[in-house]
């Protein structure tokens, strides 16, 4: 039976347990953030660019806030979220991206995550290569997603063991 260590993985090599500077402490605060206008637009969520200002003496940290209206949500929908974001905010890998907090107001979930302010894989994709992308293009991101999902499977085994 493999255990779970103080929000992190055992057995996992230090490179994957490297913090990220990006926005180190967490919060889960609603007015800590200043939301700022719509970045983007999934099946069930908005995700609007932020800024988070920490207690702290430092500078304010841009971030993105994925807003999830629950009341539209299956049931099922949610126990899966529940897990993602559990899973997301333990994760300290550099392939996985890490909840850096959550709040609920109302019927809205509220998800602080690092600002990826290049666009989505697709984009940067499309427009990058616009004629397709040489194989050891496609074997490099494959590769790097791939070591992202491995990590988090050993960490759902982990935890649900």
């Known amino acids: 039976m493999r255990s779970r260590t103080s929000g992190r993985c055992s057995g996992m090599s230090p490179f994957y347990l490297v913090e990220a500077t990006h926005l180190t402490t967490p919060s889960d605060r609603p007015e800590d953030y200043n939301v700022g206008s719509p970045i983007g637009?999934?099946?069930?969520?908005?995700v609007y660019s932020a800024v988070y200002n920490s207690p702290?003496?430092?500078r304010p940290i841009s971030c993105a806030l994925k807003v999830l209206d629950?009341?539209?949500?299956?049931?099922?929908?949610l126990s899966l979220l529940q897990r993602e974001t559990q899973l997301?905010?333990?994760s300290k890998h550099p392939n996985v991206l890490r909840v850096r907090g959550s709040w609920i107001e109302g019927c809205k979930l509220y998800i602080a995550l690092r600002l990826m302010n290049k666009g989505s894989a697709a984009d940067v994709m499309h427009y990058s290569w616009p004629g397709?992308?040489?194989e050891e293009v496609v074997k490099c991101i494959l590769k790097q997603a791939l070591e992202g999902l491995k990590y988090a499977r050993y960490c759902l085994t982990c935890c649900c063991s």
Do not use: C, K, V
Not at 41 to 46: E, T, V
Not at 70 to 77: A, E, G, Q, V
């Open 88 to 90: 997301m905010s333990l």
């Open 41 to 46: 637009f999934g099946a069930s969520s908005i």
């Open 56 to 58: 702290s003496p430092q």
């Open 132 to 134: 397709g992308m040489e």
């Open 70 to 77: 629950l009341d539209t949500l299956h049931p099922r929908s």
